[in-house]
């Protein structure tokens, strides 16, 4: 039966992209989705995808894996991940990976992302000691260049007289930004590097900043020695359970993936991107034997913080932190000053236990400060962090039941409060999936490394729903609803709020190189009326409703387009606005010779800010950009890949807004006179 189904797969499917061809659509899909999710247009998602680098450079080999190991990919559904593996134990080894498709619960979708990660050849494993290492180890060398080419208010020269009065009226340092990245790696056992960057605006080697870069991060980490399992030095992430408990880094929130609500927690993970203030500096050890595993971390940084310093003069001692700033900026005096001004210590530790259905732990996580916060006096901030030093403990759980998995985790901090979140995903058939999540997060919740599902820390009460059906062989449709409440104030509210957010999507896979989609996504919330009221102010509703419609299609082995039309609907009190954004994209491969070039040219026209749209661009490898676009204006960029060698590889990239009826751009010291806001980058990788 098995060699009969082998020499029918055989013939089914032909490969229509390269290898890299298929993990780039994969991982800017994966960016894609993200990027929904956030508003900023320069993120770095270093960290979070170069596991997904890694297994494309080392695939997984499917008869020696293991679920912690394959579900790390973040790709597949639990119920996916175990189907391969009882797969494999029942018919015995794997002999190509298009058999994949003898697995009900894979559809086509799951296989094409997952195929550039894996394998079934014969993995070649070197023994671990320091000669394999030194000898089979690799290097990569990142260097990278940013600039804004229009000047900015920031960087125009202010007299000494104005500058006496406000110092903070100019950046200090020059526009250029500045990134470096060195990383040795053998196998996935052993792995140290350091991550160097310099803002635009920064000094370099002068001033505040005279050792050079603004911010320097390094790691060692090495896997597998015995019972030690992980040991890391330097920079890194923890991350346990879903998120309540402790979770330091990036986390996804919704999103086009409907079926990704699960956390996938890594435990201790190297840090190599350059946000400068979420992230553990020490060292973490986890220590495995058979079922069960320990893990402690401890961790000692300074971070940046706006002091409010106690006047002796009149005896006022309410000294402490007001807010914390994690924007990693320091550019005027004022940032400056703010720069390592306290110092966090962070202990943490969690115990697991794994059987064959079942994963459940414990995990606690304290947390101080040596000056005390004293934040926000505003009502909806009562119930908030305030002191000196904090803890929270959770419980994560993880239940397999034939197609069904359990999943979720309750925590509680200092105050006794109480935040749990609770989910189950359902392989009902093999054209239908169901996942439903539930969270329940108390108002006076104060875990401070708190990252769950949803995006609130405290305050918030709410149920998801998310499915995913194959309605035909070329059409699938993904959707998702969720409701949410806060039974407290929150910014911008004065009494308790509700919301709910719906996405709908169906894809037209047309034939091997074309497809299309059309979303619809409505979201309502509450805010307080514009209207001047006496006392409470009343609630209203926010509706904000985009559509959209994208085409994907390769003309060939050296041409691909995309076409996209997405338009947006806003509406708060009586005022209602609008907004639409036309783009087309076009990627070349030539076939001679190793150069790759991406451009796009879009049209947006939306009525203000509220109706911005976000569209994810083709960037600098590790650097993603998901612009907004607002306004009226034109967007285009250009950006070329070339290799040079096997060893190194180049890409050139220049992007330009230009505005229709605007003569400044952006406000403060980031505004630019004119209509034109445009920047270049440009980035060299080096493999030895």
């Given at each position: 039966m098995k060699c009969f189904l082998l020499h029918i797969f055989a013939f089914v499917h032909i490969l229509v992209f390269s290898q890299e061809d298929e993990r780039n659509v994969v991982i800017e899909k994966r960016i894609e989705f993200i990027g929904?999710?956030?508003?900023?247009?320069?993120?770095?998602?270093?960290?979070?995808?170069?596991?997904?680098?890694?297994?494309?450079?080392?695939?997984?080999?499917?008869?020696?894996?293991?679920?912690?190991?394959?579900?790390?990919?973040?790709?597949?559904?639990?119920?996916?991940?175990?189907?391969?593996?009882?797969y494999q134990r029942k018919f015995g080894k794997i002999l190509t990976i298009y058999e994949l498709r003898a697995i009900q619960e894979l559809d086509q979708d799951?296989?094409?992302?997952?195929?550039?990660f894996v394998t079934v050849g014969e993995s070649l494993k070197y023994k671990m000691n320091w000669k394999n290492v030194?000898?089979?180890?690799?290097?990569?060398?990142?260097?990278?260049?940013?600039?804004?080419?229009?000047?900015?208010?920031?960087?125009?020269?202010?007299?000494?007289?104005?500058?006496?009065?406000?110092?903070?009226?100019?950046?200090?340092?020059?526009?250029?930004?500045?990134?470096?990245?060195?990383?040795?790696?053998?196998?996935?056992?052993?792995?140290?590097?350091?991550?160097?960057?310099?803002?635009?605006?920064?000094?370099?080697?002068?001033?505040?900043?005279?050792?050079?870069?603004?911010f320097c991060s390094a790691h060692i980490m090495v896997k597998n020695i015995?019972?030690?399992?992980?040991?890391?030095?330097?920079?890194?992430?923890?991350?346990?359970?879903?998120?309540?408990?402790?979770?330091?880094?990036?986390?996804?929130?919704?999103?086009?993936?409907?079926?990704?609500?699960?956390?996938?927690?890594?435990?201790?993970?190297?840090?190599?991107?350059?946000?400068?203030?979420?992230?553990?500096?020490?060292?973490?050890?986890?220590?495995?034997n058979n079922k069960f595993d320990l893990t402690v971390f401890g961790s000692h940084k300074k971070i940046d913080a706006n002091i409010n310093s106690s006047d002796t003069l009149?005896?006022?001692?309410?000294?402490?932190?007001?807010?914390?700033?994690?924007?990693?900026?320091?550019?005027?005096?004022?940032?400056?000053?703010?720069?390592?001004?306290?110092?966090?210590?962070?202990?943490?530790?969690?115990?697991?236990?794994?059987?064959?259905?079942?994963?459940?732990?414990?995990?606690?996580?304290?947390?101080?400060?040596?000056?005390?916060?004293h934040g926000s006096t505003q009502t909806y901030t009562q119930y908030s962090f305030n002191g000196t030093s904090g803890f929270s403990v959770g419980i994560n759980y993880l239940y397999f039941k034939g197609k069904t998995s359990f999943f979720g985790e309750f925590t509680t901090s200092q105050n006794l409060s109480l935040a749990t979140l609770n989910?189950?995903?359902?392989?009902?058939?093999p054209r239908l999936d169901i996942v439903v999540l539930h969270r329940y997060i108390d108002k006076q919740n104060q875990a401070i490394y708190s990252a769950p599902f949803g995006g609130g820390t405290s305050n918030e009460n709410g149920v998801y729903i998310g499915v995913k059906a194959k309605l035909t062989k070329k059409i699938n449709l993904s959707a998702y609803y969720d409701q949410f409440t806060h039974s407290w104030l929150k910014w911008s509210t004065d009494g308790p709020s509700f919301g709910r957010e719906v996405f709908i999507q169906a894809e037209y896979k047309i034939n091997y190189n074309s497809s299309m989609y059309i979303r619809l996504k409505n979201k309502i919330t509450q805010r307080d009326t514009k209207e001047d009221v006496v006392g409470i102010d009343d609630q209203v509703f926010i509706n904000k409703t985009t559509l959209r419609l994208h085409y994907s299609q390769r003309i060939s082995k050296q041409v691909s387009l995309k076409s996209r039309v997405e338009g947006v609907m806003?509406?708060?009190?009586?005022?209602?606005?609008?907004?639409?954004?036309?783009?087309?994209?076009?990627?070349?491969?030539?076939?001679?010779?190793?150069?790759?070039?991406?451009?796009?040219?879009a049209i947006f026209d939306t009525d203000n800010y509220d109706t911005r749209l976000y569209a994810y661009e083709n960037d600098l490898l590790y650097l993603f950009s998901i612009p907004s676009?607002?306004?009226?204006?034109?967007?285009?960029?250009?950006?070329?890949?070339?290799?040079?060698?096997?060893?190194?590889?180049l890409w050139m990239r220049w992007g330009m807004f230009s505005y229709a009826h605007t003569t400044e751009i952006s406000s403060g010291l980031e505004k630019v006179e004119g209509s034109l806001k445009s920047d270049i980058k440009v980035q060299l990788k080096i493999r030895f």
């Amino acid at each position: 039966m098995k060699c009969f189904l082998l020499h029918i797969f055989a013939f089914v499917h032909i490969l229509v992209f390269s290898q890299e061809d298929e993990r780039n659509v994969v991982i800017e899909k994966r960016i894609e989705f993200i990027g929904e999710s956030l508003e900023d247009s320069d993120v770095d998602f270093t960290t979070y995808l170069e596991e997904l680098y890694f297994f494309y450079d080392n695939p997984i080999n499917l008869n020696q894996t293991n679920f912690n190991e394959l579900s790390r990919l973040n790709l597949i559904t639990d119920v996916q991940v175990i189907s391969i593996l009882d797969y494999q134990r029942k018919f015995g080894k794997i002999l190509t990976i298009y058999e994949l498709r003898a697995i009900q619960e894979l559809d086509q979708d799951a296989i094409t992302r997952v195929i550039p990660f894996v394998t079934v050849g014969e993995s070649l494993k070197y023994k671990m000691n320091w000669k394999n290492v030194l000898k089979y180890g690799r290097n990569d060398l990142i260097l990278r260049y940013q600039r804004g080419l229009e000047t900015k208010e920031g960087y125009v020269p202010k007299s000494d007289s104005i500058l006496a009065l406000n110092p903070n009226k100019q950046y200090l340092g020059s526009p250029d930004k500045l990134y470096t990245r060195y990383k040795f790696a053998y196998e996935n056992k052993v792995s140290l590097g350091f991550t160097a960057e310099k803002d635009a605006g920064e000094q370099f080697f002068r001033g505040a900043q005279s050792k050079g870069f603004d911010f320097c991060s390094a790691h060692i980490m090495v896997k597998n020695i015995g019972v030690v399992k992980t040991i890391v030095i330097g920079d890194y992430h923890a991350n346990f359970g879903q998120g309540l408990t402790m979770w330091s880094g990036f986390n996804i929130g919704k999103s086009a993936d409907v079926l990704n609500v699960k956390r996938y927690a890594r435990g201790l993970k190297k840090y190599t991107s350059v946000n400068e203030s979420n992230f553990m500096r020490g060292i973490g050890v986890k220590l495995q034997n058979n079922k069960f595993d320990l893990t402690v971390f401890g961790s000692h940084k300074k971070i940046d913080a706006n002091i409010n310093s106690s006047d002796t003069l009149f005896n006022n001692s309410d000294s402490g932190i007001t807010s914390f700033q994690s924007t990693g900026f320091h550019r005027t005096p004022g940032e400056i000053e703010d720069m390592d001004a306290v110092k966090q210590i962070i202990i943490g530790g969690a115990a697991h236990f794994t059987g064959d259905n079942l994963k459940i732990g414990l995990v606690g996580v304290s947390t101080q400060y040596d000056i005390p916060l004293h934040g926000s006096t505003q009502t909806y901030t009562q119930y908030s962090f305030n002191g000196t030093s904090g803890f929270s403990v959770g419980i994560n759980y993880l239940y397999f039941k034939g197609k069904t998995s359990f999943f979720g985790e309750f925590t509680t901090s200092q105050n006794l409060s109480l935040a749990t979140l609770n989910g189950m995903t359902w392989h009902a058939d093999p054209r239908l999936d169901i996942v439903v999540l539930h969270r329940y997060i108390d108002k006076q919740n104060q875990a401070i490394y708190s990252a769950p599902f949803g995006g609130g820390t405290s305050n918030e009460n709410g149920v998801y729903i998310g499915v995913k059906a194959k309605l035909t062989k070329k059409i699938n449709l993904s959707a998702y609803y969720d409701q949410f409440t806060h039974s407290w104030l929150k910014w911008s509210t004065d009494g308790p709020s509700f919301g709910r957010e719906v996405f709908i999507q169906a894809e037209y896979k047309i034939n091997y190189n074309s497809s299309m989609y059309i979303r619809l996504k409505n979201k309502i919330t509450q805010r307080d009326t514009k209207e001047d009221v006496v006392g409470i102010d009343d609630q209203v509703f926010i509706n904000k409703t985009t559509l959209r419609l994208h085409y994907s299609q390769r003309i060939s082995k050296q041409v691909s387009l995309k076409s996209r039309v997405e338009g947006v609907m806003f509406s708060y009190d009586s005022e209602k606005s609008k907004g639409v954004l036309l783009y087309q994209d076009l990627v070349y491969k030539f076939n001679k010779i190793p150069l790759k070039l991406s451009t796009r040219y879009a049209i947006f026209d939306t009525d203000n800010y509220d109706t911005r749209l976000y569209a994810y661009e083709n960037d600098l490898l590790y650097l993603f950009s998901i612009p907004s676009y607002y306004g009226k204006g034109v967007r285009t960029y250009f950006m070329a890949k070339y290799g040079i060698g096997k060893q190194i590889d180049l890409w050139m990239r220049w992007g330009m807004f230009s505005y229709a009826h605007t003569t400044e751009i952006s406000s403060g010291l980031e505004k630019v006179e004119g209509s034109l806001k445009s920047d270049i980058k440009v980035q060299l990788k080096i493999r030895f």
